[in-house]
């Protein structure tokens, strides 16, 4: 059991949030936008301090349901690692919280919505915008494998717009530290980005982040996942048994790439050899990307999310009466789930 303290966790103090809009529904609770009160120091002594309001997404977990799915170790990892991560590419977690019911996550607002949605309204991405979200997803594996996590749930479901128009990947409830050669025997992921070693319990790796950019990438330019069924045994018998089907007029390029990714054989799945990610680099497919010009953000995105109506200055103005005073009420709103009590309470003492 991984009950230990967390080191450096930053924590926030919830009295100055106010809950609202729900952004998205999780696992064990719900995302909500939020405002934030700040007290800033101002460096001339004259204006004393002053009060800010920034928006930020709070992930409220209900204690309870996570105890109840056995899944205290990976909320742990989530916690633990998450704010160890520093990427352009990735959603900044800012602070964490708890109090009997919930623990609660804040991170920076991203308000594009989710890539999800994106394909849902265009059916298929064009193969530029594909190339260009799939090097981003690229260089947060790079970035995370380097760091020597494993990130375990690739989809369009957990990779956020920013009103850049360039990605931030969300939700790291599968995050795990890995050792150059370690494997991990934990089933999980999402059935139809499940690499076939997960399935047949092989032990897996950071190759299985590999294989999952290589769904990625099919669904971004098709819509749809490759492999999919009701019945999740039969989709896992397809995964593993038969061959990844293409239809006609997919980009060559992009197939012969996700051919790779997604091979069976570890010993000749890229990103897992002997030149690492640069095979996927020095892939044909990316042969017009310059991924520094992508890192630092200096290609111009050919999609910009709409501008949101809940990044308006006037929204995020204080309303009349302390958030304080909406806490209780908030968080009753928020999490409706029974609170735990102390002496059976493992998250007590993580930070
Ligand atoms: N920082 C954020 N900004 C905006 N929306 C977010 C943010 N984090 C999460 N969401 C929304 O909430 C949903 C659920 O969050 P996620 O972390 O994926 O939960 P779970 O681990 O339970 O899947 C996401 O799919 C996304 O739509
Ligand atoms: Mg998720």
Not at 207 to 222: H, N, P, Q, R, S
Request: charged share 25%; net charge positive; proline share 5%.
């Amino acid at each position: 059991m991984s009950a230990t303290k967390i080191s450096d966790v930053p924590t926030f103090d919830l009295r100055n949030i106010e809950f609202m809009e729900l952004l998205g529904e999780g696992a064990f609770g719900k995302v909500r936008l939020v405002k934030q009160l700040s007290i800033i120091s101002t460096p001339n002594p004259e204006d004393g301090t002053r009060q800010e309001i920034q928006l930020g997404a709070v992930k409220i977990m209900s204690k309870q349901k996570i105890i109840d799915a056995q899944q205290v170790d990976h909320v742990y990892n989530e916690l633990s690692l998450q704010q160890q991560l520093k990427h352009p590419f990735i959603v900044n977690m800012k602070g964490v919280q708890q109090d009997s019911r919930s623990l609660y996550m804040l991170m920076e607002y991203v308000d594009g919505g989710e890539i999800f949605k994106l394909i849902n309204k265009l059916g298929r991405l064009p193969a530029s915008l594909a190339r260009f979200y799939t090097a981003q997803m690229v260089l947060c594996f790079e970035y995370l494998h380097s760091k020597g996590f494993v990130y375990r749930d690739l989809k369009p479901e957990n990779v956020l717009i920013h009103q850049s128009g360039y990605l931030k990947l969300s939700d790291f409830g599968f995050i795990k530290r890995l050792g150059p050669q370690e494997r991990t025997y934990t089933i999980c992921g999402t059935a139809q980005y499940m690499a076939p070693e997960i399935i047949l319990n092989k032990g897996h790796g950071k190759a299985v982040d590999w294989y999952t950019l290589g769904i990625f990438l099919f669904e971004l330019l098709e819509g749809v996942c490759p492999f999919n069924h009701e019945e999740p045994l039969e989709m896992f018998r397809m995964i593993i048994q038969t061959k990844l089907k293409f239809p006609h007029g997919f980009d060559k390029a992009a197939k012969s790439l996700i051919r790779h990714l997604t091979d069976h054989d570890l010993s000749k799945r890229y990103g897992n050899l002997k030149f690492g990610v640069e095979d996927i680099k020095n892939h044909r497919f990316f042969r017009e990307t310059n991924f520094y010009q992508v890192i630092t953000q200096a290609v111009q995105p050919e999609y910009v999310p709409e501008e949101n109506p809940l990044r308006n200055k006037k929204y995020i103005m204080r309303q009349k009466g302390a958030p304080a005073r909406h806490i209780a009420e908030n968080n009753e709103r928020a999490n409706g789930s029974a609170p735990v009590k102390a002496e059976e309470d493992p998250f007590l003492k993580w930070f």
